[in-house]
């Protein structure tokens, strides 16, 4: 199975990063994809220029890439300032076809962030075109659309789990790891709250598993807006030895 991860910035995947671990460990292909370039991430050192900001955070994001075993592309849209239009469907339609995407994560959509929002409608639009030949016939068109899920953005938006994935002490061990990768964002996050996106993750992931009651686990909803999209039913089940407890 290919696994497209679709997200507008470089550390969004960590919303599902423990489930792309696991999925790892099935052997399954997995890819990540950011929509915009990253450059506003440097939020409050105004002597890094836009330019800068872009490559730290294509270093940081590749360098998840790589721990993950996974491929890594960028849409080099404008962070910030993210449109739905057709150049961004062609580009995602395109995207999703050359990764033939068998199962997509991306944001929720209803965010706090705008890029959050327009990613997450323009990649439900796109991967349903991903079967339509005569759009893009340039790139051979998938024999099926591939499965969405969306991933948690946190409490206030709406968002109801109906799907769970399990994690170890390990996978969340690793997931800490991958997400403090993105040096530079820890940096911006602990200025602003005073703790880095791992701690927040953590803690998240610790009030999933307790709604299971298991150490820790990442929280979905499938899309279900189109027929065409299919009830996705490929996420990791419990851990071993643990199948009774859920």
Not at 42 to 66: M, Q
Not at 199 to 224: I, S
């Amino acid at each position: 199975m290919n696994v497209v991860c679709v997200f507008a910035h470089q550390d969004d995947e960590m919303r599902c990063a423990g489930t792309l671990l696991r999925l790892r460990e099935a052997g399954h292909a997995l890819a990540l994809v950011c929509v915009t370039l990253g450059d506003k991430g440097l939020a409050f050192d105004t002597a890094v220029g836009y330019d800068a900001a872009t490559e730290i955070r294509d270093r940081e994001i590749r360098s998840v890439a790589a721990s993950l075993g996974a491929s890594y592309r960028c849409l080099g849209r404008e962070d910030g300032f993210l449109a739905d239009d057709a150049a961004l469907r062609h580009d995602l339609i395109t995207t999703l076809r050359e990764l033939r995407a068998d199962l997509v994560f991306t944001h929720w959509t209803s965010d706090y962030n705008d890029d959050h929002v327009v990613t997450a409608k323009a990649v439900t639009d796109a991967a349903l075109f991903t079967t339509i030949a005569s759009i893009r016939p340039d790139v051979a068109a998938l024999e099926r659309v591939p499965g969405i899920f969306y991933t948690h953005p946190g409490e206030g938006y709406g968002f109801e789990a109906t799907h769970f994935v399990q994690l170890s002490s390990d996978h969340h061990a690793e997931k800490t790891r991958l997400i403090r990768l993105h040096r530079s964002q820890m940096d911006v996050m602990r200025r602003m709250r005073g703790h880095d996106y791992a701690d927040e993750m953590a803690a998240e992931d610790r009030r999933q598993g307790g709604r299971l009651m298991v150490e820790y686990a990442e929280a979905f909803r499938p899309c279900l807006a189109e027929r065409r999209v299919p009830w996705p039913t490929c996420l990791p089940g419990p851990l071993p030895g643990e199948e009774d407890g859920l």
